[in-house]
């Protein structure tokens, strides 16, 4: 009798085992690390918008769905934009194939800037994978114009991916992915940065004005006098 009980206990708990649908692991946020050292730049992050904010200003290709993410989903996505990114801009500068930014990452006197465009959860509704085992996905964000640096990220469960995007068109970021959900696209970009002068290595440009203007004056002084 106790043998025919735990065997209908068995098939019970395996059954309901079978049921239970899995879910990937939410992100969490990580550790900010160092940048690599030889990078010279300095970088920024812009501030990050409201899980909300980055859902009303996306839209997807036909076959996917797109929902809101949480806060802790949104900061960790920051974590991983600095430290998949922007510690080592020269490496993604090389994936992508953007010289400026690769030029940027070497002197001291640029600065990279990375904006978290969006942050959403993709689900493909009917969508299939392709013959690459990939689902092919199409952004629309109107903060996106054709040949910008982008960049996205991919959480699969246990790490951040980055994903060379396929195509970047003004108002559209397509990409490849063998899993969805979430996803980040990031846009970099760089600048000069002015260095102050070192003390005693220069003279202002003012100081040089005003002492020719006090020689020049003292020059035609003994002139006129003489």
């Known amino acids: 009798m106790k043998r025919k009980i735990l065997a209908v206990f068995t098939a019970l708990t395996v059954f309901a085992m079978g049921s239970v649908t899995a879910f990937a692991a939410s992100p969490t946020v990580g550790t900010t690390e160092a940048p690599v050292k030889t990078q010279k730049a300095s970088t920024v992050l812009a501030a990050t918008e409201a899980p909300g904010t980055y859902l009303s200003g996306t839209s997807v290709s036909t076959g996917y769905q797109v929902s809101a993410v949480s806060d802790t989903t949104v900061q960790a996505a920051a ?21 400026t930014l690769a030029d940027s990452a070497k ?3 640029s600065q990279v800037t990375a904006k978290i465009v969006t942050v959403i959860e993709v689900k493909a509704s009917s969508a299939a994978k392709d013959a690459n085992g990939n689902y092919v996905v199409t952004l629309n964000l109107s903060d996106i114009a054709k040949g910008d640096a982008v960049v996205v990220l991919h959480y699969t469960g246990s790490t951040w991916e980055t994903i060379v995007p396929s195509s970047v068109e ?6 490849a992915s063998a899993s969805l959900s979430p996803i980040a696209v990031v846009k970099l970009s760089a600048a000069g940065v002015s260095l102050s ?23 035609c002084g003994k002139k006129y006098f003489a």
Do not use: H
């Open 79 to 99: 974590v991983a934009v600095q430290n998949s990114i922007l510690n080592d801009v020269a490496s993604i500068a090389s994936k992508i194939g953007n010289k």
């Open 107 to 109: 002197n001291a006197g």
């Open 170 to 175: 003004k108002g559209a970021v397509t990409f």
């Open 197 to 219: 002068p070192q003390t005693g290595s220069s003279i202002p440009v003012a100081a040089v004005i005003l002492i020719v203007g006090v020689v020049g004056t003292a020059v």
